[in-house]
């Protein structure tokens, strides 16, 4: 099992109104921003990441957003620079670089290298369609987003494994002269992981491409679905999927007490948590999903989850699952009323609030000390099988002994329980074993990717609740 | 006086033939590229640039370049992140970012300023045009090379200081809604320096930004014209120019003894040097330079092309003052690379006359090659002339170990770097940050500072 530390890096000493007041974390004016806070955060952070080496990680992870104080990673990729020079053993994985933002692929595929070259080959870069908010930061047309993402992809690649110098004419990139010098260590490339939110198309590729897929603390009901639609493609395509191409984010604290981890961990909610990190205008620009995509949220969503998008939503629409319909309304109800003006900036804060127990009894978000998030992790576990397992630092205003406690115990006490479970329950990560690698003959049974049985222990996580 | 420690950060390890072969650095194939190899040089290059904060620089210089064994830095910013971490003091001067390169110009100011804020405020960012391989590299086209430059500037500019959200709506860079969360750790923005290698254009617009010029290792007659340049428009600003506002790079290579300096010091003319980076065609392709440039290089470059980035500063210089230089590298370089193309000189013909121009080299001030006694007389008589607030030491480019190189960083901080700053404070040299650039006004119909010394300049030729 390979377990990465995450923090998206927010930056926390963001005055908690100003977010409620944009209705969002991404917009709020930067005269907020204090360079003071912010160099500190930054090297906080370092910080930990360092820590969590220490501590036992595998790997840390990254992430990436513009324009936004939910996350200070906005060329994540200087942090992973640093992280290659100044961590020794741990896996660098960037889920991850927004490809049809940055514009310019061969910088990309050279800057990564580099990177890969000075951590002797722990790198393990990732691919983004970027969020709704990315594409208007950046000026990216939504409609040719995923034109783009397809393109870069194969472009980058190419510059890693094809001998240059090569011309490339492609529809959105075009270079007369692709030779970049530094190539990556690894051979014949970094391996490549995919992180999403259910959208069912980018499991599909992932499958097709042999990518491991990390689910973004997904509801365990749908990322089931998507597992084994996942399991179907690979078999389509020849191979047997198996834990090796699973990976699940999951949001986390951990204190020394249950007291003191249930009174910090409300930091989660802070400004409303992930579930505020874009307003559904910016989430969701013109052009920014397929047809099909769009027709099937214009049947069911009157909320947005992590990133926008409610991956419960996505999933009735695909199973006709209807029993929610209605339900989840209560982030959009709060920032409607908002903008009217018809609720005060006060209220809509006890609104978030009070939905703290909640979020934890759906498993959103998990709090506690290491004796009571384990059995929690397990179920998951026991659900999933996600080869990789990534722990998810809770946002919001914990102060940085909290958020250190909080890495030291798990590296003491949670990471080698969650080894222990993964070795009982069989999973076995994409180092051990090769995504793809297994062929699969036609008509025979697949693997079993997730656990119903454990599924139906699980509990069911309230719509109306998001972080 | 501000000293940097710069070395192009070389892939020492590409086969000299190969380069010769190719008649130029670009374009090598990556075949020749080894990930052991790349991996520990880059990691060496970092450990020189700690070294070198320890042993008392003042900064690190970084530069970029594409698709080259001749410097690894394809992404500079990527090593500009991990020394903003791992030293301490030292300041990191980008000397520069390609702007017209870039197609995202914003991803640019995020990326500098988070850089900013890791360093505390170490961060000096800089631009350049690019040589004309980058813009092959990056599929930029030429034609829109100084438009691009000009707008990226001004765009970054505005993303560090203009509050956000703002619309941004120029010629082409187009930005509905401009708010970068993190904004750079210095105030108003981070201290910007400029490289060039003697464009006036260049040197103008700097004047006219208050932004300290560097040469990269010019000419020392034609610098100095460049600089009474500089003076001559910072005094139609209304301001007085002065050794802030100026730097220059200098190659320098030290070791214990003369013979081992002399013998290792060759290293700078593996695969023909700097006068190999790019081949003619690749350096100035249709539509890089301006008219008023491209009618200049016609009228002067008979030897083709390619100096210091491809623009023989010799004949920049010998074009204005008629004065004939010692020892014009690149008129070996460039005919040499002629006969390579024809196929009527040989690889070790070419080697022949690479090397031949060793001490030539030296003699013209090129290359200063020594032990700390003898490299501290030539460094003066830089300092005589040019009076630079900045002063960088490239370290050798070509296959010296990382032991010697070591050692030459050593020597440089135990004595050539006191000498030097000796040398400064008696000539009353100021640096950029003692005094802020651009900072003291110009009464008209005064006389302006001295930049250079015409004395020093005329006792050097």
């Not at chain 1, 992430?63 to 200087?78: I, K």
């Not at chain 1, 990190?277 to 099909?292: A, C, D, I, V, W």
């Not at chain 2, 170490?122 to 599929?139: C, K, T």
């Not at chain 2, 050593?410 to 400064?424: D, F, T, Y």
Request: net charge neutral; glycine share 8%; with cysteine.
């Amino acid at each position: 099992m390979h377990i990465m530390y995450f923090t998206e890096r927010p930056y926390r000493d963001v005055p908690e109104d100003e977010v409620i007041k944009n209705r969002s974390f991404f917009g709020v004016p930067n005269r907020f921003y204090d360079a003071q806070v912010g160099a500190r955060l930054y090297n906080e952070y370092l910080d930990e990441d360092v820590y969590a080496e220490e501590v036992g990680f595998d790997a840390i992870m990254l992430n990436e957003h513009h324009g936004n104080p939910f996350c200070m990673g906005a060329v994540m990729n200087v942090e992973a620079a640093i992280l290659a020079r100044i961590t020794k053993k741990v896996r660098i994985v960037l889920l991850g670089n927004p490809l049809p933002v940055v514009k310019n692929p061969v910088r990309l595929a050279e800057e990564l290298a580099e990177i890969d070259l000075i951590s002797k080959g722990r790198l393990v870069p990732g691919w983004v369609r970027g969020a709704g908010s990315e594409q208007i930061f950046n000026q990216a047309n939504p409609a040719y987003n995923r034109e783009y993402f397809n393109e870069a992809h194969d472009l980058v690649l190419a510059c890693w494994t094809k001998p240059g110098p090569f011309r490339w004419e492609g529809k959105h990139f075009n270079f007369r002269y692709v030779n970049p010098w530094a190539l990556p260590y690894q051979k014949p490339r970094p391996p490549i992981w995919i992180p999403g939110v259910i959208s069912a198309e980018t499991v599909v590729w992932c499958a097709k491409h042999r990518y491991p897929y990390i689910g973004l603390g997904t509801a365990l009901q749908s990322t089931v679905e998507l597992w084994n639609l996942y399991g179907q493609t690979a078999a389509d395509e020849g191979y047997m999927a198996g834990t090796e191409n699973f990976g699940y984010l999951q949001q986390i604290h951990v204190a020394e007490t249950e007291e003191e981890a249930q009174k910090q961990g409300r930091a989660a909610m802070f400004g409303g948590g992930a579930a505020n990190f874009s307003r559904p205008e910016h989430t969701l620009p013109p052009g920014y999903n397929s047809k099909e995509a769009t027709r099937r949220l214009a049947k069911q969503a009157t909320d947005y989850g992590f990133l926008g998008i409610t991956s419960e939503k996505l999933k009735e629409s695909q199973s006709g699952d209807v029993r929610h319909i209605g339900i989840p309304k209560q982030n959009g109800d709060t920032r409607e009323k908002l903008r009217k003006g018809e609720i005060s900036v006060e209220e809509a804060k006890k609104k978030i609030y009070a939905n703290y127990q909640k979020a934890q009894d759906g498993l959103q978000i998990i709090i506690g000390t290491p004796k009571t998030v384990i059995p929690k992790l397990k179920l998951i576990m026991e659900v999933l099988r996600p080869g990789v397992f990534g722990l998810f630092q809770a946002q919001g205003p914990l102060t940085t002994q909290q958020r250190l406690t909080s890495i030291r115990l798990m590296g003491q006490e949670v990471l080698p329980a969650m080894r222990e479970i993964a070795k009982g329950l069989g999973i076995v990560d994409p180092f051990e074993r090769e995504p793809g690698s297994r062929p699969y003959t036609s008509g025979t049974q697949y693997d079993s990717l997730v656990d119903l049985e454990a599924l139906k222990r699980a509990p069911k996580r309230d719509e109306s609740v998001r972080v | 006086m501000i000293l940097m420690y710069f070395t192009e950060r070389p892939y020492r390890d590409v086969p000299e033939d190969e380069v010769i072969k190719n008649r130029g650095f670009f374009g090598v194939p990556n075949r020749f590229f080894d990930r052991e190899v790349g991996a520990r040089l880059y990691n060496e290059y970092l450990d020189e640039m700690v070294y070198a904060e320890d042993e008392g620089f003042d900064a690190i210089m970084l530069n970029e370049h594409h698709g080259t064994p001749f410097c690894m830095g394809a992404v500079m910013n990527v090593e500009a992140s991990i020394l903003a971490r791992i030293t301490k003091r030292a300041r990191i001067v980008l000397l520069g970012n390609p702007l017209p390169t870039f197609k995202n110009p914003l991803r640019i100011a995020e990326e500098l300023a988070t850089i900013d804020c890791i360093s505390h405020g170490r961060l000096v960012p800089g631009w350049v045009r690019g040589a004309g391989s980058e813009q092959i590299f990056n599929q930029a086209n030429p034609a829109y090379n100084r438009e691009r430059f000009e707008e990226a500037h001004d765009l970054i500019l505005a993303a560090w200081t203009r509050p956000g959200p703002f619309r941004w709506e120029g010629k082409h860079f187009n930005y509905r809604y401009v708010n970068p969360w993190v904004t750079p750790f210095q105030k108003p923005h981070p201290p910007i320096m400029i490289p060039g290698v003697l464009s006036p254009e260049t040197v103008v617009w700097c004047a006219q930004h208050r932004y300290p010029y560097l040469g990269l290792g010019t000419a020392l007659s034609a610098t100095a014209e460049l600089w009474n340049i500089y003076g001559d428009t910072a005094a139609k600003e209304g301001y007085v120019a002065g050794s802030e506002n100026f730097g220059y790079l200098q190659h320098v290579f030290v070791a214990e003894t003369e013979e081992k300096a002399q013998e290792l010091g060759k290293a700078h003319l593996f695969g023909g040097g700097q006068g190999a980076f790019s081949r003619p065609e690749h350096t100035l392709p249709p539509g890089y330079n301006s008219k008023e440039a491209t009618k200049r290089l016609a009228r002067t470059m008979t030897a083709g092309s390619g100096g210091f980035l491809g623009v023989s500063a010799e004949q920049l210089g010998r074009s204005k003052s008629n004065d004939d230089q010692p020892a014009n590298l690149q008129a070996v370089a460039d005919s040499t690379r002629r006969r390579l193309a024809r196929g009527e000189a040989t690889i070790d013909e070419a080697k022949v006359a690479i090397y031949k121009s060793y001490q030539k080299a030296q003699d013209g001030l090129q290359i200063i090659t020594g032990t700390p006694k003898t490299v501290i007389p030539k460094l003066r008589r830089i300092l005589e002339v040019l009076r630079p607030g900045t002063f960088g030491v490239f370290q050798s480019q070509g296959p010296v170990s990382f032991e010697d190189r070591m050692t030459s960083i050593r020597l440089l901080g135990q004595e050539v770097l006191p000498a030097v700053r000796e040398i400064g404070k008696e000539l009353g040299i100021q640096d950029p940050f003692e005094r802020q650039p651009g900072s003291r006004p110009y009464t008209t119909g005064t006389q302006r500072d001295q930049l250079v010394s015409l004395d020093a300049l005329r006792a050097n030729a």
